[in-house]
Every structure is written in C-alpha cells, then in structure tokens.
C-alpha cells in the first residue's frame, strides 16, 4: 500500500459505528470496485462483503441503472461535493425487499442516497462512499397521504347520492365556461332541470324512494350528455347541465333525448312503478351576460315558466331576443 491509498482497514474501523447503524454504506475506487459492503447491505442484498470485495459494483449488480450512476460518481469524484438522490427522483438504487412492519405493503425499500467523496491523506478524492438509508416508512406514509388527498379532493367535488359534481364544484366549472367564451365565443347551453311534483313521490313512497329517483335520474342525465358536459346536482331535485360547444338548437336534440329516456323509466317500488316527468329551462350563452350567475338566473326563470304552463315541457329563452 502506498502512501497516498487511503488505510481501508483504518476507514473501516474509523467507520464501525456506521455500520451498527441502520444505514447501508458501500465505498467504491475510481473503478467502481467495492471496498466496503457493510452489515445492512449484506442483510438486504444476501451478498457478503467478502464475495464483493475489489469486485465491480456493475459487474456484480447488473441491474443497476450503470449509466446515470456512473454519471452521479463521476461528478463526485470530479467536483469533491457531496450529492444526494431522494426516493422523489428515484424510489431506489438498490432494488431491496422492504421488511418494515407497519409498512409491510410496500413494493420495496423505498431509499435516499447520498454519496460522499472520500479524500486520502494527501487529498486527492479516490474513493467514493454511497450511504443508502431506508426511507420506507416516509414514502409510504406520503403516498398515503397524496392517495387520501386525491380521494378528498373527488368527494370534495361529488355528490354522495348520485355522484354527480355537487353544486359548488359545478359553479367553478360554470365559471370557467363563462371566462373560456369571453375569449373563444364559442357557444354554451345550459339547462336547468326539475323533477315535477316531486314533494308528491316523496310523501306517497317515502324518501328511500325518492332517493332512488333522483338517483336513477342522475344516471339517465350522464347517459344522455358527452363527456366534456358538465351535469350537476344544483339542489334536492334540480339539476344543471352545461352543454359545452352547443347551440341551444342543437341542444333540443339532447332534450328530447332525455325526455324518451325519463318517458320511458319505470321505478319499481312494492307492487307499483313510480313514472314521473321533467321541466326545463334553456338558455344559450351570450355577450349580454355581465357575470354567470345572470345566465343561472335567466336559465331558473325558464324553468320557472316551465312550471307556471303545466310542467313537462321545457322552456327556451334568450338574452339576445
Ligand atoms: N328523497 C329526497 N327528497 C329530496 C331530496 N332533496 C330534496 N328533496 C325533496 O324534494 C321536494 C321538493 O319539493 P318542492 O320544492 O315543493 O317541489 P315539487 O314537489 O317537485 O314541485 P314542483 O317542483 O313545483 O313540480 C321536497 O319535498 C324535498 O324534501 C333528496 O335528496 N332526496
């Protein structure tokens, strides 16, 4: 051993208590030649410090991502800084079996790396130490975290009963249909929809029943509108549908559609089937609307008027009659 080479015996005592740790410590040459495997990495890969030793990280673990690691090292050894690699960038180096006990599910150890380059005594940086520490317990917990989020985030625009966007969610979406026309100019339909007499289904098969008609009502509103519509429940028994890119023209297609559809649809309950029908209010979008809750309220007086005639009809006004 020559002076400049580093005492891999010193460094290996001098780094004991590393190895008592819970952290996974490899030291690697210029080579990539393992000199130091320590406990936590022999009981995570089943490979022995021994069987490594002096032997080519890459040869030994060819499923390492060789190219972008060599790239990491490289740097290291080039510029004498410290690197970190987060489990965020990458989930692992080391593609080990988690064995946590509170986070058994886990696909694997999830990792942080930080590589450190080690000086001899005469300065130069010759080897390179990688610490791996087991960070499975955190990524799992903000997986979590993120998946319980996005499910907040979906009821927090649903409604429970039917699943359609509740009426908070659907108002932003109205909204943003409204900004999108100032610029675009390209039409919108809305059209605001009431069960008829729905009081009388309540009071006559009870509110189960009526639940189970607004909720089949709800699905016959999705079947009816594309995609990109935006259908919401805007209270007990009204509901809101914003036909994106329409005509009010081309939106009585959908009307009658949705009347065959209602026509049609005979809940059963006991010995009896509860039919009922619709009113609607229709008004296409225009320049004349100062804020969108003009739109709401012309497309409310529709539906108004709707009522006041009979009921089971739609009504069709505009602002730029
Ligand atoms: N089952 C059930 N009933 C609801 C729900 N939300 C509101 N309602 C009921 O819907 C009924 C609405 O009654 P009204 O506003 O008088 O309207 P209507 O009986 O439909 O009469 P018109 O709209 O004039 O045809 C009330 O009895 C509410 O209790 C709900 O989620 N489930």
Same mark, same amino acid.
């Given at each position: 051993?020559?002076?400049?080479?580093?005492n891999?015996?010193?460094?290996h005592?001098?780094?004991?208590?590393?190895?008592?740790?819970?952290?996974?410590?490899?030291?690697?040459?210029?080579?990539?030649?393992?000199?130091?495997?320590?406990?936590?990495?022999?009981?995570?890969?089943?490979?022995?410090?021994?069987?490594?030793?002096?032997?080519?990280?890459?040869?030994?673990?060819?499923?390492?991502?060789a190219?972008?690691?060599?790239?990491?090292?490289?740097?290291?050894?080039?510029?004498?800084?410290?690197?970190?690699?987060?489990?965020e960038?990458?989930?692992?180096?080391?593609?080990?079996?988690?064995?946590?006990?509170?986070?058994?599910?886990a696909p694997?150890?999830?990792q942080?790396v930080?590589l450190?380059?080690?000086?001899?005594?005469?300065?130069?940086v010759?080897?390179?130490?990688?610490?791996?520490?087991?960070?499975?317990?955190?990524?799992?917990?903000?997986?979590a975290?993120?998946?319980?989020?996005?499910?907040?985030?979906?009821?927090?625009?649903?409604d429970?009963?039917?699943?359609?966007?509740?009426?908070?969610?659907?108002?932003?979406?109205?909204?943003?249909?409204f900004?999108?026309?100032?610029?675009?100019q390209?039409?919108?339909?809305?059209?605001?929809?009431?069960?008829?007499?729905f009081?009388?289904?309540? !009071? =006559?098969?009870g509110h189960? +029943?009526?639940?189970? %008609?607004? &909720?089949?009502?709800? /699905?016959?509103l999705?079947?009816a509108?594309?995609?990109?519509?935006?259908?919401?429940?805007?209270?007990?028994?009204?509901?809101?549908?914003?036909?994106? !890119? =329409?005509?009010?023209?081309? +939106?009585?297609?959908? %009307?009658? &559609?949705l009347r065959? /559809?209602?026509?049609?649809l005979?809940?059963?309950?006991?010995?009896?089937?509860?039919?009922?029908?619709?009113?609607?209010?229709?008004?296409?979008?225009?320049?004349?609307?100062?804020?969108?809750?003009?739109?709401?309220?012309?497309?409310?007086?529709?539906?108004?008027?709707?009522?006041?005639?009979?009921?089971?009809r739609?009504?069709?006004?505009?602002?730029?009659?």
């Open positions: 051993m020559t002076a400049t080479e580093p891999i015996e010193e460094l005592l001098q780094l004991g208590l590393l190895q008592m740790l819970d952290v996974g410590l490899v030291v690697l040459d210029k080579d990539y030649n393992i000199y130091l495997w320590n406990t936590f990495m022999e009981n995570h890969s089943g490979r022995l410090h021994s069987r490594l030793y002096k032997k080519n990280l890459f040869e030994c673990f060819s499923e390492l991502p190219t972008w690691f060599r790239r990491k090292i490289e740097s290291v050894f080039t510029l004498k800084n410290r690197s970190f690699i987060t489990w960038q990458r989930p692992y180096l080391f593609h080990f079996k988690s064995y946590r006990p509170i986070t058994g599910n694997h150890m999830y942080n930080t450190i380059p080690l000086s001899s005594p005469d300065g130069k010759n080897h390179v130490g990688i610490l791996i520490y087991d960070v499975t317990d955190a990524a799992m917990g903000r997986r975290l993120e998946k319980a989020n996005g499910q907040l985030e979906k009821l927090s625009r649903t429970a009963l039917t699943g359609l966007f509740n009426r908070g969610f659907w108002e932003s979406q109205m909204l943003h249909e900004n999108r026309f100032a610029r675009t390209s039409p919108s339909t809305l059209i605001m929809v009431d069960i008829d007499h009081k009388r289904i309540n !009071d =006559t098969y189960p +029943a009526g639940d189970e %008609v607004i &909720r089949q009502l709800s /699905a016959c999705q079947e509108t594309r995609n990109t519509d935006i259908v919401g429940r805007y209270g007990g028994e009204e509901f809101a549908l914003l036909l994106v !890119d =329409t005509k009010a023209s081309q +939106a009585n297609i959908l %009307v009658n &559609r065959d /559809a209602v026509d049609s005979a809940i059963p309950h006991l010995d009896e089937s509860i039919t009922f029908t619709l009113s609607m209010g229709m008004v296409e979008i225009s320049n004349l609307f100062q804020t969108y809750e003009q739109w709401i309220q012309l497309a409310d007086q529709a539906l108004y008027q709707s009522k006041q005639n009979g009921r089971n739609v009504t069709v006004l505009s602002m730029d009659e």
